[in-house]
Structures are given as structure tokens and as C-alpha cells.
């Protein structure tokens, strides 16, 4: 059950992780030029709206998504690039056997 109370539906669930992964997907195929304010942006909207959709382990690394594009720190990015992919790889591996 999601902070507000309400339950999301598996479906929300994971098309959020899809839309996530897509997201990952496109800040790595920049990592060597990125695009800041996409990945502060990206990093926003993850803190913003991971415990929501009851994936609360991912609003931190949103948080340090938005920082390493804010101050635009390519170790920061890659560190937690890695981390944010095995998350939601293995979030979404977890909901997939739930079903």
C-alpha cells in the first residue's frame, strides 16, 4: 500500500520500472557526454514518486541522481547508474515471479 493509502496495481507498477529502465537506458548511452538537466530531472522525478508507487529503496538513489546532475559529477553518475539498474532490475524480477 502506497503512502497515500491506496493500492497500486501491479500493471502501474510495472510500467513505472519499464518507464524507469527506458530512462537509465538513455542517461547511459550519454555517460560520456551527459545531459545534466535530463539526469537531474530523471533523478527529480524518481525521489519524487518511488514511494508511490511502493518502491521506496529507489527514492535515495533518485535523490543521488538529482544531486550527480546538479553538480554535474560524472563518478557520482556512473555509481549510481550501476546501483539504480541493479534496483530496478531486481524490483522488477520480484514483481514479474510475484505474478
Known amino acids: 500500500m502506497s503512502e497515500s493509502g491506496m493500492v497500486v496495481p501491479l500493471e502501474s507498477k510495472q510500467k513505472y520500472l519499464s518507464r524507469r529502465l527506458g530512462e537509465l537506458a538513455k542517461i547511459q548511452e550519454m555517460i560520456h557526454t551527459p545531459d545534466w538537466e535530463f539526469v537531474a530531472k530523471v533523478g527529480h522525478q524518481i525521489k519524487g514518486n518511488a514511494k508511490t508507487f511502493e518502491f521506496p529503496s529507489l527514492s535515495d538513489l533518485g535523490s543521488r541522481l538529482e544531486e ?31 505474478v
Open 68 to 98: 550527480a546532475g546538479k553538480t554535474k559529477d560524472s563518478r557520482l553518475l556512473k555509481d549510481v547508474c550501476a546501483e539504480l539498474q541493479a534496483s530496478l532490475e531486481s524490483l522488477n524480477q520480484n514483481l514479474t515471479s510475484s
